[in-house]
């Protein structure tokens, strides 16, 4: 009987071993998939987390571009609406005095002296609603991309004398008479000369004088040019005026921007000057820029290719 329990005990031991292995191992193949389902799962979680991120940061940039572009719309739309008013008051003025000084010339007791006077107002207006109208022109030209440039041979030292001479007795009539109107010319050849277009060369330097005249009020403004090593002529307008910091520095070449902005403005004008001169000198294949300190005057620079004469 004993050896009976003996024989089955051996029997039923390897049997008991072999269904406790094989419940470990079924154990062991289910915990190793749940491990892995929940490692697939979270890999997949990650992913979905990243892309929500992802698709966060480009919405939260999209935000911030049409915010920013928003705003530069409502800055530009800011801006034409200024442009527009002070537009119109710029052409107003001059308009109301050629037709209030023309009404007064049909006073038959009028002077001599009086009817001279108020013709050459009439005439002042007129040329200062000519600068106007052509202003707007040139920059609608360039905006279409229709302007050209016509190079021929410019004399730069008798262009410089010439506007010497204009704007000495232009600030005579402008009560700045005590204002030293300085030139300094580095070819000391009357007929020292190069290819460039003479038009809007005079034009962007009757811009730089008239602005560095309009800002100062005592000192003097000296206009001149020197030679560079990369073959430039790099001219230059220099004034004792106001001065203007960085932040004014950074928009004066804008559309529409002016130094002195508001509805209180000390200094005319419609805001293109600049504008007009910088787009010029870029055309004419040179750079423009400026330095200033508020209370010590600016120096507008720019350069042009120095194309002699001699050369072609």
Partial sequence: MVDLIFILLEVQIPVALSVVIGFLASLILISVAVILWYLKVSRQKNQMIELLKEQNRATLLVQNELKEAKEKAEESDKLKTFFLANMSHEIRTPLNAIMGFSSLLQD?????????????????NSNKLLDIMAEI???????????????EPCQINELLMNLVTQFNIEKSL??????????????KDAAFSILTDEHKLKQTLINLIENALKYTEEGSVEIGYTF??????EFYVKDSGVGFNQEKLD??????RQ????????????????????????????????????GKGSTFYFTLPYKSIKNQ
């Fill in 108 to 124: 038959p007791y009028l002077s001599e002296n009086e009817r001279s006077q108020f013709v050459n107002l009439i005439h002042d």
């Fill in 251 to 256: 928009i004066l070449f804008q559309r529409f």
């Fill in 137 to 151: 022109f040139d920059i609608a030209q360039i905006e279409s991309g229709i302007i050209t440039m016509q190079f």
């Fill in 228 to 233: 560079r090593e990369d073959n430039k002529v």
């Fill in 174 to 187: 402008n009560s700045k008479a005590h204002i030293t109107l300085r030139v300094r010319r580095m070819n």
């Fill in 259 to 294: 130094f002195d902005e508001g509805h209180n403005r000390t200094f005319g004008g419609i805001g293109l000057g600049l504008t007009l001169s910088k787009k010029f000198v870029e055309l004419l294949g040179g750079e423009m820029w400026a330095e200033s300190e508020p």
